[in-house]
């Protein structure tokens, strides 16, 4: 074959990356579609709700907050609310951003590497205006189940209730991420578990902010204990 054959066969360099740019704009509406049709299917069940009410009639946008293995399951069940969401600001995060942005998100680009101030002057911001805000306790890198500090600042420069939420599902995959995703499957039980809400004063101090890290670590391992034991429960009956 020679030369000018494999040229006419070969896409151009820049015909891949429209390929590519245009694959990147069309899948965000499509996964947002599907987290919509796919949970749509599962029977939701709801412990501690009177918790999200009274946050929600507080009078002050709340920060609700969970693990980052809760992420699909909650970004639909608080879907098309105005809410804000901290997204990294790696390519990946501009893709998450885009599938948030379809499901009715807005999106405070950073994280604690890169951009977190930024970040959170944008929940602020979005926050004032009366909206309320979600934090993934445990960042968008991890470790797992370890909280970091960044949630703590918002709520204590806000001055708004922080609403700790774990969920369990079953039938359910749990995917090989660093923070084994749980995803459940179609026609599956989900339950939802809202905890007291948390309250951080003005004045705390840096030792009284690492006590709350810890204590709201232990309140949401309570919660995703509580929804897997309510979940056994109905299924022994």
Not at 195 to 224: F, I, M, Y
Request: glycine share 8%; proline share 5%; with cysteine.
């Amino acid at each position: 074959m020679t030369d000018d054959a494999l040229r006419l066969r070969l896409p151009r360099s820049s015909e891949r990356k429209r390929f590519s740019a245009d694959r990147f704009a069309l899948l965000p509406p499509v996964v947002a579609a599907f987290i919509r049709l796919h949970h749509a299917t599962c029977k939701f069940t709801i412990l501690g709700a009177q918790y999200e009410v009274d946050a929600l009639r507080s009078g002050k946008p709340p920060i609700f907050t969970a693990w980052h293995f809760a992420f699909p399951a909650l970004i639909y069940y608080f879907r098309d609310r105005n809410g804000m969401l901290m997204v990294s600001r790696s390519r990946d995060g501009e893709w998450v951003a885009r599938v948030l942005r379809s499901l009715g998100y807005h999106s405070a680009r950073g994280s604690s590497g890169k951009g977190g101030g930024m970040a959170l002057r944008q929940l602020i911001g979005h926050m004032r205006k009366g909206y309320s805000a979600g934090f993934i306790a445990d960042g968008s890198q991890g470790p797992a189940l370890v909280a970091q500090e960044g949630i703590l600042i918002l709520a204590r420069h806000t001055q708004c209730p922080l609403v700790p939420v774990s969920m369990a599902a079953k039938p359910c995959w749990r995917f090989r991420s660093w923070d084994r995703t749980l995803l459940a499957k179609p026609f599956s039980q989900v339950v939802l578990a809202f905890g007291h809400p948390l309250h951080v004063r003005k004045d705390c101090t840096p030792a009284e902010l690492e006590v709350l890290k810890r204590h709201l670590e232990t309140t949401l391992n309570s919660l995703t204990a509580d929804a897997e034991g309510w979940l056994a429960y109905s299924h022994s009956q």
